[in-house]
Nanobody, 126 residues
């Protein structure tokens, strides 16, 4: 079992920045990848970014590439998402996810991740 707890959400204006954190605990050594997803009202959950835990390679959705940075502190099992140049369309609940004991062959498919946090709200106003 892996437990994930997000923090760092909030409200910012267009062009602002936020840093999200996700504290992982439990069987963290079994994770193969960790990622961020987001879900806006009345929309499906959308993949944002993923980092492989074994080599640190990162992957981003086109909509956030160049503006968001995913990183991981292996020492204290914390995942981060640095968000800059935020836009109103970035408004959503952001979820931390982990694939543990499995390999996420499709990074953008939520079903490939078997552990989830409860989410943190990010609101960007124009």
């Amino acid at each position: 079992q892996v437990q994930l707890v997000e923090s760092g959400g909030g409200s910012v204006q267009t062009g602002g920045s936020l840093r999200l954190s996700c504290a992982a605990s439990g069987a963290t050594s079994s994770t193969t990848a960790m990622g961020w997803f987001r879900q806006a009202p009345e929309k499906e959950r959308e993949w944002v970014a993923t980092i492989y835990t074994h080599d640190g390679r990162t992957f981003y959705a086109d909509s956030v590439k160049g503006r968001f940075t995913i990183s991981r502190d292996n020492a204290d099992h914390t995942l981060f998402l640095e968000m800059s140049s935020l836009k109103p369309e970035d408004t959503a609940i952001y979820y931390c996810a982990a694939a543990a004991g499995r390999w996420p062959y499709s990074l953008f498919d939520p079903a490939q991740y078997n552990y989830w946090g409860r989410g943190t709200q990010v609101t960007v106003s124009s």
